[in-house]
């Protein structure tokens, strides 16, 4: 996400990109593949825990707006390691926000969080971004955190007119290529498809606001823009598809095998099942972001695949992914 963003802010809107955060932590990965740090400025490699190194790179940095995207945001690894996810999502957060009241100019903010941060009564009903925060597994308590600790931050130092607005943005499952994070449904299929095993889903019938990764890119540029001229010092904003475009698990792997020409690709349940929690039906309403923002999806979900299975097809062949997701950014912005 923070690699297309950073590619996207420079080649599409000329801006001046500098980059925070660890090295990554898989083999293959989008950073460096597509050479990423030849994008930015520079790169600064450092926890969002230290909140001396945070407090110094952005002094050295002195934005004109900051999209805090670091985390922990795999909810298995929330089981395993509940404290690390709790300080980084909810702490780090913290030392971004209290680095930028220590500017001497107002720097907006957009802070990533989840569309698991609300309270999941499992009721399907569609979130709206004024529904009550909660979260069952770690991951998802954390980012609630982060939502809370956010506003509470905005309301308590940037109240004041001239000082930084804050917005918390909350998509949905977001999909395309260069993920190659653990326990992600993309990453399990490209993997069975370029080795032709049969997929395993672990939660086949879960419903997810699937969308593509320039949706979201395109809507958290649109916010950055938003909040500059508004006087709110805090506001959150849901980004998700259109029920139209709903799709469970299956459905996903299903229309995924067939676009990547998988046909003797089989689905199979997990032999155990899994011990911790995942909430089985996630629906966020969008109508504030169309309504104030003039955002909306503009692939839909077989479109979405198709960039996804593209991408990662492209990169299987050896192409210059460079050119390819360029060329995948201009193409989306001329739709």
Known sequence: MGGWLSITLKTAF????????????????????????????KNFITDILNEVDVENVMQKVNPDIVF????????????????????????????????????????????????????????????????PMGGFD????????CEIASESFAHSFFR????????????????????????RVVTDLVHALSNKKNIILRNPMAVRPWQHVLDVVNGYIKLGQYIDSISDSFSAFNFGPPKTHELNVEEVAK????????????????????????S??????????????????????????????????AYLSKKNMRDKTIQDINKYFLI
């Open 255 to 278: 229309s995924f095998i067939a676009e990547w020409g998988g046909i003797n690709t089989l689905i199979e349940k997990p032999k155990v099942k899994e011990k911790f929690y995942e």
């Open 14 to 41: 000329e801006a001046k990109v500098f980059g925070l955060g660890l090295n990554p932590i898989t083999s293959s990965n989008f950073f460096d593949i597509l050479n990423v740090d030849k994008f930015i400025e």
């Open 138 to 145: 770690p991951y998802s308590a954390s980012k609630a955190g």
């Open 160 to 183: 004041d007119p001239g000082k930084p607005n804050i917005a918390t943005a909350r998509a949905g499952n977001i999909v395309g290529g260069g993920d190659w994070s653990h326990d």
């Open 280 to 313: 089985t039906i996630l629906r966020l309403n969008s109508s504030k972001a169309h309504m104030e923002l003039n955002w909306q999806t503009k692939l839909d979900q077989k479109e979405t695949i198709k960039w996804t299975v593209d991408w990662y097809k």
């Open 68 to 131: 805090h995207l670091a985390a922990q945001p795999i909810v298995s690894t929330s089981y395993k390691n509940p404290i690390e996810t709790f300080n980084t999502n909810i702490v780090g957060t913290l030392n971004v926000l209290n680095s930028i009241k220590n500017l001497e100019k107002k720097v907006n903010c957009i802070i990533i969080t989840s569309d698991k941060c609300y309270k999941n009564l499992e009721n399907g009903l569609p979130f709206t971004e004024d529904d």
